[in-house]
């Protein structure tokens, strides 16, 4: 049963609005928050704050005290694995964690802990609360490839104004194939068919969706790709996921797709994508996620003329910590009624 007082500890910086958003969702809530323990956000939504921050001796010893004494904690301590290693170890009233990042199971997975020490601890992800943005920010990749923006800057950047024009393609009319449709890659897909487009995708269930004109699961991907002129990946990084987009599934689309990844880098061969940029299977590709990141500086993505890089930053947007509050003080009251929680993270699969 869940106990008459559930304490929530604030584990990453937040604004006192949130906070007390929190605070007002039931009377049997306490709050933990000392902002003078957290780092200080660097821009909107900051959560793991200022790398320059360190805690006294004092101040660390409070931190994890606070910590130790939550039911639930809101965000990994100090944002990292080990810290969500730590803290799984060390409270053994904690029953629900919230993460911060819309693909926590990575972090989990990083943490080294298994479905045993995992036993009893619930971990929601925020996935949902980026799907606007990410969505967003596909539109702009495929906009991006339509309209030949690449080129236009690099004549801008020499000055040059062709005697040959080359047209830019439509986008109304043309089709979408998602990868991943969960709640980004229908938000995505609302957007696409609000500029035109008709829509395909994948879904690890397979299941008629409204306005999605075919539905497979990621073995049937290569079926869609030939009626493909722009792919968009949303898909985590899972082992069942890993490489999906390799030099065969490149090869099944049709020349000129234009590629946008706001998954996660793993998903994609980055060899294989050059390669398919190369002899123009993929026209132009926007990515914001790569297989590691930071980026390596000799990756030939940074300058490659049909690429954008994006350093990992679509799903941001300056109303997000509003958004993650909203939805873990919906969260907290379901955790309070003993409710299903909505995006738990699988323990086993990390997902």
Request: hydrophobic content about 40%; aromatic content about 6%; proline content about 8%.
């Amino acid at each position: 049963m869940t106990p008459v007082e559930t304490v929530v500890a604030i584990a990453v910086p937040l604004e006192a609005e949130h906070v007390e958003r929190i605070r007002a969702v039931d009377p049997s809530v306490t709050v933990l928050y000392e902002p003078g323990l957290l780092p200080p956000e660097r821009y909107p939504a900051d959560h793991t704050g200022d790398p320059a921050f360190r805690r006294t001796p004092e101040q660390e010893e409070r931190y994890w005290e606070l910590l130790n004494q939550a039911h639930v904690l809101y965000g990994f301590p100090n944002e990292t694995p080990d810290g969500l290693a730590r803290i799984a170890r060390s409270n053994p009233h904690l029953r629900w964690i919230h993460a911060m990042a819309a693909g926590a199971g990575g972090s989990v997975k990083a943490s080294g802990l298994d479905a045993g020490a995992l036993t009893g601890l619930k971990i929601t992800s925020s996935a949902g609360v980026h799907a606007l943005p990410l969505a967003e920010f596909s539109a702009l990749g495929i906009l991006n490839g339509f309209k030949r923006s690449a080129e236009l800057a690099q004549d801008q950047a020499a000055k040059v104004w062709p005697e040959v024009r080359t047209p830019p393609r439509l986008v109304n009319g043309s089709h979408l194939v998602i990868t991943g449709l969960g709640e980004i890659g229908l938000e995505t897909a609302r957007i696409a068919r609000a500029l035109g487009m008709t829509v395909s995708g994948t879904k690890r269930t397979v299941e008629a969706i409204g306005g999605i004109e075919a539905v497979t699961d990621n073995a049937g991907l290569a079926g869609l790709l030939p009626m493909a002129d722009a792919v968009v990946n949303t898909l985590p990084g899972t082992p069942s996921t890993e490489m999906l987009f390799n030099r065969e599934i490149f090869a099944a689309m049709k020349p000129g797709t234009v590629f946008v990844n706001v998954g996660r880098g793993t998903v994609v061969d980055e060899e294989a994508l050059l390669e398919a940029l190369g002899n123009g299977q993929v026209s132009y590709a926007c990515l914001d996620v790569f297989a590691v990141e930071p980026l390596p500086a000799d990756s030939p993505l940074w300058s490659h003329p049909r690429v954008m890089v994006s350093p990992h930053t679509s799903a941001l947007s300056t109303e997000e910590n509003r958004l993650i509050a909203e939805r873990f003080c919906g969260n907290l009251r379901a955790f309070l009624d003993d409710d299903e929680l909505p995006h738990l993270v699988d323990p086993v699969h990390f997902y």
